[in-house]
């Protein structure tokens, strides 16, 4: 079985969640419909960030961090932290 990439990109859909994720950088509300990229976390479960504000300077790079450690966190073998941090 293949490890779930850590952070990917996706239109945001919160049809039938009673609650909204909030930008990890704008920390505005995420609305259905805008492009946004997401990342595992645990046992916060998932992490959004709009589009464009994964855009700037290297968030889209902490996105990606937070998800291998999640994914690390549930049990993946992540040997990347080894050589990130």
Request: proline share 6%.
């Amino acid at each position: 079985m293949r490890r779930p990439e850590p952070s990917w990109e996706a239109i945001y859909k919160n049809d039938r969640r009673a609650h909204r994720h909030r930008c990890v950088c704008c920390n505005r509300i995420i609305n259905a419909g805008e492009p946004v990229v997401m990342c595992y976390r645990s046992p916060r479960g998932t992490l959004a960030m709009h589009a464009g504000c994964a855009n700037l300077g290297e968030n889209r790079e902490h996105l990606r961090k937070w998800g291998l450690s999640g994914l690390k966190a549930r049990g993946w073998r992540v040997p990347e932290l080894d050589t990130h941090y």
